[in-house]
């Protein structure tokens, strides 16, 4: 088993989108057991594959133990591929965790999962704080989707920290070079600075995930953008097998 979290401190950067597109290739490219934990209160990640939370359970009580992960397990449309789904009781998750003071909730929660699912990918809300300190010791590899801007820049050194000052072995961060424009000069300048950085291009194809609520290897499979997630999902299991 392998937890994949999709992270930054920066919201809008792609995440939800990365996340739902690798948990995709997952399921249907690498045929493994898959589960997609949305932990961002705005709830985009079962949005994207028009999944709704169950009404009688909040997605907190599994933090609190008050229910178990397979009360609030939604399947998908796609075989393989289930998702855990966020709500608005996520909003207070970190005052949960806080008071909880247990470290590695969200750890062990992943490794008693690890029995059904292959891979675990974990779409993060742009937070530093308790959660972003649980994500990260959870995780076995970290990836941070970085639109080119040099305020990118800044958000990796704060990850790459923040992994420094939570996580005892470290898992290894994958930046992404997100929302890719090679017409434009800060873009090109970006890609040529970092040239081993996995690209996902900036595409209509990919706003389309969210008005068709499905992933863009399902609808345009032969699209530069589903290949783009593909190479990147390839990249993530190599990182993962090294
Ligand atoms: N590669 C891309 N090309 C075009 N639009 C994108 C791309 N990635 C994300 N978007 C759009 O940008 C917005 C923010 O993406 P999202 O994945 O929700 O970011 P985050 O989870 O980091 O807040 C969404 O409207 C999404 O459709
Ligand atoms: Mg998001």
Redesign the pocket.
């Known amino acids: 088993m392998a937890v994949i979290a999709v992270y930054?401190v920066?919201?809008?950067?792609?995440?939800?989108?990365?996340a739902a597109n690798l948990a995709w290739f997952s399921a249907a490219v690498s045929r493994r057991k898959t589960l997609l934990w949305d932990l961002?209160a705005a709830g985009?990640a079962g949005f994207l594959f028009g999944v709704e939370p169950r009404r009688s359970r909040s997605a907190q009580s599994i933090f609190a133990k008050d229910a178990a992960p397979a009360d609030l397990i939604r399947h998908t449309a796609i075989d393989m591929l289930d998702l855990l789904p966020a709500d608005e009781s996520l909003r207070d998750l970190d005052g949960l965790l806080a008071r909880i003071g247990k470290k590695k909730r969200l750890a062990r929660l992943a490794e008693d999962l690890s029995t059904q699912y292959e891979r675990i990918i974990l779409?993060c809300p742009?937070v530093l704080s308790e959660l972003s300190a649980q994500v990260i010791r959870a995780a076995d590899v970290v990836i941070v989707?970085l639109p080119p801007s040099p305020l990118s820049a800044r958000a990796l050194d704060m990850v790459t920290q923040e992994i420094r000052t939570h996580a005892k072995a470290q898992p290894p961060i994958l930046p992404v070079l997100?929302?890719l424009d090679l017409r434009r000069n800060l873009h090109r300048a970006a890609r040529q600075a970092n040239p081993g950085w996995p690209v996902?291009?900036?595409?209509?194809a990919?706003?389309q995930?969210?008005v068709l609520q499905r992933a863009v290897g399902d609808f345009a499979p032969t699209s530069p953008?589903a290949r783009a997630f593909g190479q990147l999902w390839t990249a993530i299991e190599r990182r993962l097998a090294g």
């Open positions: 930054s920066k919201g809008g950067v792609g995440k939800t989108t990365i961002d985009g779409d742009p989707p997100s929302m996902i291009p900036q595409a209509s990919v706003e995930c969210a953008a």
